[in-house]
C-alpha cells in the first residue's frame, strides 16, 4: 500500500533538511532538535517517521539506490548486448536524477569515497557491468578489473563534472561517457 501524500511530504521534508545539514556537518554532530526546527515539525513528528537520524538518512540512501537500481533493470530488461542506444540512455537517465534530485545528488557525490552510500552504488554498478560483461566476455580473467576502470572513471567524471558546476551540457557529457563506455565494452570481445 502506498504512503499518504501527507507522510511522504513531511519525509520528504524531513530528508531534504537533513541533507541540508549534511553538507555542514558529519551525521554524529547533527541532533534531532536541530534536524526538526531546520525541518519545521515537532520531535514528536520526526520519531513518528524515523527511530533516528541515521534511519532517516538510510532512507536517503535508499531513495538513489532504488531509482539507480530502477533504471539499471530498465536497460538490462530491454538489452543484452548492451549496444551505444543503451548506454547512452543509461547515462540520460542518471541526468535526470541529477536534475530532478539535485540535492540528494550533490550530497553523494561531496560524501564520495568514504561514503556507504558511494561503496552501494558503485558495488550496484559493478555487479550489473560485471553481469553483462560475464555474459559476453571470451576472457573472464579481466573481467572484474574491467568493471572497476570503467565504475571507477564513470563515478570520478560526475563528481568532477558535479564540482566544476556542470561545466559542459549534459547531453555532452553523456555523448563523452558513451563514447569511453562503448571503447571499453570493446576490451571484452
Request: hydrophobic share 35%; aromatic share 8%.
Amino acid at each position: 500500500m502506498s504512503e499518504d501524500r501527507r507522510i511522504r511530504k513531511t519525509k520528504s521534508n524531513i530528508k531534504s533538511s537533513l541533507i541540508e545539514l549534511l553538507k555542514d556537518k558529519p551525521i554524529n554532530n547533527i541532533s534531532v532538535t536541530e534536524l526538526t526546527e531546520l525541518a519545521d515539525i515537532s520531535r514528536k513528528t520526526f520519531y513518528l517517521h524515523y527511530n533516528s537520524i541515521y534511519e532517516a538518512k538510510e532512507d536517503i540512501d535508499n531513495d538513489l539506490i532504488t531509482q539507480l537500481n530502477e533504471i539499471i533493470s530498465s536497460i538490462s530488461k530491454e538489452s543484452h548486448s548492451l549496444n551505444t542506444y543503451d548506454i547512452y540512455s543509461f547515462f540520460k537517465q542518471v541526468n535526470k536524477i541529477t536534475e530532478n534530485h539535485s540535492e540528494l545528488v550533490s550530497y553523494f557525490i561531496s560524501n564520495t569515497k568514504q561514503s556507504s552510500l558511494y561503496m552501494k552504488v558503485k558495488q550496484i554498478l559493478k555487479d550489473s557491468i560485471l553481469e553483462w560483461v560475464n555474459r559476453n566476455s571470451n576472457n573472464p580473467v579481466y573481467n572484474d578489473y574491467l568493471a572497476e576502470f570503467v565504475v571507477s572513471g564513470v563515478l570520478s567524471t560526475y563528481v568532477q563534472w558535479n564540482n566544476r558546476n556542470k561545466d559542459i551540457p549534459d547531453n555532452e557529457l553523456n555523448d563523452m561517457l558513451t563514447k569511453l563506455c562503448s571503447a571499453a565494452k570493446e576490451l571484452v570481445k
